[in-house]
């Protein structure tokens, strides 16, 4: 009698009694396919890509990336990819990234934020995005430690606004806080945006991303963080932080998961349907990707074993109606993405090996009505996307 992994990893348990085979088959927690993966095309090759973001940044209607690159911002046109260096600023090597139309003339722009020292600058498309400079602006140097932005709506007035985290303990005005910078109604007059903190000194740990959305029902947005830990001894833990009345305020902190190493992902989402804000969450200095069933936090399993999985995002890739969700692992070196029965229960399928990444995104690249993956390679020393099969 012994047991043995299959290929498609799940273990098996054999009895040999007089010679005869008998398999009694043990499947983990995750459910998974035989699937072939995702055809992948390469979009840059040659220097560490911490983040990727696409859209039609050059307005003829394809979608185009930017990426950051060895310490330049460099923009790929579709559907060759020509690529156009935006700023070559010494330093500005970007950990993360968000794009929309900042200033409202109907273009996307781009926004990067650099994790230490800190900085977030947004660098406005020109009208001939492929010949003239785009001009970059300081929208903030006083969050530090800044690893995750996300795009939002905090206080309601039909601007979107930025969330970052400014994990360092020092050199900061805002130390293992959590911060939102409030869009102005001129972005190209305001040197720099006002700036509040909803986790003031109650973020620490080194917190990563950012989830955002309206946890509790009230009506307001409210936001989650995870906090890896290490070298920090206050983290390996997920949270979210509930807004009130006046955004400006500090919020009210709500500790999801603890003893979670490696913590670093969290976005809320109503996972099985029950009308309750469930969190998707990756523990990517650590191992697994799990999910939160509300009120109590219970965790369930997608794939507990993925080594690494630092990128995390949470869409309906199918087109079915129910919240999925992807990542790529930098220790596993993979890509998958978890298919979601509309019930909570993942069906996990291998989009891509041999492959790192610390960011990415959903998006469709071809224009063909489904979600693609576009990942930004750090240790793979590219930027890549992977091509959905139509499923």
């Not at 509040?196 to 947005?221: E, I």
Request: proline share 5%; net charge negative; with cysteine.
């Amino acid at each position: 009698m012994h047991f043995y992994r299959s290929p498609s990893r799940a273990w098996i348990l054999e009895f040999r009694p007089f010679g005869i085979v008998i398999g009694l088959i043990f499947f983990s927690i995750q459910l998974q396919t035989a699937s072939a993966e995702w055809k992948r095309h390469v979009v840059f090759e040659g220097a560490s890509n911490q983040t990727a973001i696409a859209g039609d940044f050059t307005k003829d209607g394809r979608p185009d990336v930017i990426t950051s690159a060895g310490g330049k911002t460099r923009l790929f046109v579709a559907p060759d990819w020509k690529e156009i260096i935006l700023d070559d600023t010494d330093g500005y090597r970007f950990i993360h990234s968000e794009t929309w139309d900042i200033d409202g003339d109907g273009d996307l722009d781009y926004i990067g934020a650099r994790y230490q020292p800190g900085l977030i600058v947004w660098l406005e498309q020109p009208d001939d995005p492929l010949n003239d400079k785009w001009l970059l602006r300081i929208i903030s140097e006083d969050l530090n430690g800044i690893h995750g932005v996300i795009q939002g709506d905090v206080d309601g007035d039909g601007r979107l606004d930025i969330l970052g985290t400014s994990a360092q303990p020092v050199k900061t005005k805002y130390p293992e806080s959590l911060v939102w910078l409030r869009a102005p109604a001129n972005p190209k007059s305001k040197t720099r945006w006002d700036a509040y903190s909803f986790a003031d000194r109650d973020a620490p740990g080194l917190t990563h991303y950012l989830g955002f959305g309206d946890v509790n029902g009230d009506g307001r947005p409210d936001a989650a963080s995870g906090a890896k830990g290490k070298p920090s001894p206050n983290g390996n833990y997920f949270a979210w932080w509930e807004a009130g009345k006046d955004p400006r305020e500090v919020w009210k902190k709500h500790m999801i998961a603890e003893g979670q190493i490696g913590a670093t992902n969290v976005h809320p989402a109503d996972v099985n349907r029950d009308d309750k804000v469930d969190f998707v969450a990756s523990r990517g200095h650590g191992q697994g990707v799990v999910w939160f069933e509300a009120p109590e936090w219970k965790e369930h399993g997608i794939h507990p074993t993925l080594k690494e999985p630092h990128s995390l995002l949470v869409t309906d890739m199918d087109g079915d109606g129910d919240l999925d969700a992807a990542t790529c692992a930098f220790g596993d070196k993979e890509a998958w993405w978890f298919e979601n029965d509309g019930h909570g229960r993942f069906m996990n399928h291998l989009v891509t090996t041999n492959q790192e990444a610390y960011d990415i995104r959903a998006f469709d690249m071809d224009l063909d009505g489904d979600l693609d993956l576009l990942i930004g390679g750090r240790g793979s020393n590219n930027v890549v996307w992977c091509e959905n099969p139509r499923l």
